[in-house]
C-alpha cells in the first residue's frame, strides 16, 4: 500500500521560507513520477514542481527560481523547498506520487496522494 505523508507546512511572512518534506512508503515500481501540487481556496488544483526516477524535474512558472524539488539519496523522501514566499503561494500542498510511463509528470496522471499540509503567507 503506498502512503505519502506531508510535513513542514506553516505561517509565514511575505518572503519568508518553508522547507516541505513528504515521506513515501509502499512504493515499488521501478519508475515514477512524483511532485508537489496545491490548491488555494476557490482556485483548481495546479501543479507546482514534479521529478522522475531520472531526475528531470519541471516548475511552474511561477515558482521557478524560488522553489527547488529534490528527493533524499534513498528516494523515501520528497522536498519542496520554497523561498521568498508570497501570499499568492498559499494554499494546501500535496505530494503525489504514480508510476512514470514516459512524457513529461508535469502533465501526468498521480493516483497516490498526501493529506495536504497548509501554507500561510502573510503579506
Known amino acids: 500500500q503506498v502512503q505519502l505523508v506531508e510535513s513542514g507546512g506553516g505561517s509565514v511572512q511575505s518572503g519568508g521560507s518553508l522547507r516541505l518534506s513528504c515521506a513515501v512508503s509502499?512504493?515499488?515500481?521501478?519508475?515514477?513520477?512524483m511532485g508537489w501540487f496545491r490548491q488555494a481556496p476557490g482556485k483548481e488544483r495546479e501543479v507546482v514542481a514534479t521529478i522522475n526516477n531520472y531526475g528531470d524535474i519541471e516548475y511552474v512558472d511561477s515558482v521557478k527560481g524560488r522553489f527547488t524539488i529534490s528527493q533524499d539519496s534513498g528516494k523515501n523522501t520528497l522536498f519542496l523547498q520554497m523561498n521568498t514566499l508570497k501570499p499568492e503561494d498559499a494554499a494546501i500542498y500535496y505530494c503525489?506520487?504514480?508510476?512514470?510511463?514516459?512524457?513529461?509528470?508535469?502533465?501526468?496522471?498521480?493516483?497516490?496522494w498526501g493529506q495536504g499540509t497548509q501554507v500561510t503567507v502573510s503579506s
Open positions: 509502499g512504493y515499488t515500481a521501478d519508475t515514477y513520477c
Open positions: 503525489a506520487a504514480d508510476r512514470w510511463y514516459g512524457g513529461r509528470c508535469i502533465w501526468a496522471e498521480y493516483n497516490y
